[in-house]
Structures are given as C-alpha cells and as structure tokens.
C-alpha cells in the first residue's frame, strides 16, 4: 500500500471500491473474509473488518448471515441537473463504462413542439439522433437528440455515435460550445415499447426530461426529450437560500 494521510482501512476501501467501479469486482461477488484478507494484505483483522464496514454502510458492499460479504447492486446514477453534462461525461465522472445502441441517424422535419423550441418552422430540416444509453452494458434511457440541420452539415457522418460524445463532435468540428440549458423533469409510466427497450414493465415508472441546450452565445442549438429508468436515476439538485424580505 503506498503512504497516504488515509487510514489503512479507507485506503483499502477505496482500492475495492476503484475495483468495483472499474468492473473487476461486479455486483453478486462474494469477497474474502475478514481472515483471508488480513492474511494476504498483511493488516490486522479488525483493520479488514473496517474496511468492509466501511464499505457496507455506504451500500456497496452487502452482508448476508452465514454467507459472507458481497459486491452490492451499483447505487443509482445520479444525474445532477445544476450541471450540464453530456450522457457519456457524467457516466465518466461517476466512475461507469457508457455506451450507446444507435436507433436513428436521420436528416428529418420539425415537429411542432421541436420547431417552437429552436425557433425554426414546423418541418424545417434537423437531425435527429436517438439512442438507447447504457451504463456499465444496463439499459437506463432512450434519448432523442435533435438539432438544426444547418449548424452542422455532415455531423452525422463523421462519428461513431453508439460510442463517441455528441458535444465533443459539436465543440471540435463546428465551435458549439454547450453553455446553459433549461430542463424540465416529469414522472411518468412506460408504455410498453420504453418498457421493452429498458428491461423494464409496462407502466413501471419513468422519468421524462426535456431539455433545450443553449450556445455560448445564448442561442438554443439542441432540443432533447429522454426517458430514464425510474429505479436507475436519482435527480439532483444544489439549492441556495434565496434573497427575501421579512414583512
């Protein structure tokens, strides 16, 4: 173990849970006892039992009477809407492998509340991009991304979208700068093609979120409607108190 100003017992349970973040360890592993541990990383068993504690209180780790100590279900991802981050950053930042099952790739027309959003005229071209986003290879939402078609000529074509950022493709190849946004967040049921597509039921719950994207220069260039596993996100938010008068 290299020196640091942790305890031994928290550098341990970070080294486990880097581990489980990473995948090495995946959720329903069993792990070794507190004995076994002890022995082959050469601390004490009450510094093992630590470790674990630690990591179990967090809920990461699961004991099961008789059995042992287990790799957890991973907590649920949560999507900070005080940020603006594509899908692939946040899954990075929270320590999860992002992918994505391309559904459509299109050039397509405007619909009324996609044109009222980016202030274009129904049927106006955009493209159109909806994808199935996974976390860690789980299916957690189905996301439409639309743009105007002028912005960027040829976006389509030049990545690999099941893999590759969309906001890294706009900042690099077309100087879009994603800035600001507005958000709004609805609960909802699946209907049953969103629930065969996430892996869950129908009408088990949803959430639905709109968001319209805005430039560095406070134009609105990225409408996007997604639906989120409801047992899968945990929406935040950072509150401050705000100015008032007493009366």
Sequence with gaps: MSETSQPIYRQIASSLEADIASGKL?????????????????ISRMTARQALHHLTTK??????TGQGT?????????????????????????GRRSSSV????SIAQADTSCAAALNMTMGSKILRLVRVRLADDMPVAIETTELPAHIAPGLLDMA????????????????????????????????????????IAENDPVLRLTRLTLDSRGNPFEYVRSVYRGDSFVMKVDLTLGAFRYQ
Excluded: C
């Design 102 to 105: 391309v559904v459509e790739s």
């Design 59 to 64: 809920g990461i780790l699961v004991t099961r």
């Design 26 to 42: 995946r959720e329903g592993d069993k792990l070794p006892s507190e004995r076994a541990m002890a022995e082959a990383l050469g």
């Design 70 to 94: 287990f790799v957890g279900q991973k907590p649920a991802i949560q999507q900070k809407l005080s940020t603006l981050t594509g899908f692939t950053e946040e899954m990075g930042l929270q």
């Design 160 to 199: 690999d979208f099941a893999h590759e950022s969309l906001y890294t493709i706009l900042r690099s190849h077309f100087g879009i700068n994603p800035t600001s946004a507005e958000q709004t967040l609805e609960a909802a049921l699946a209907a049953p093609g969103i629930g065969r597509t996430l892996g």
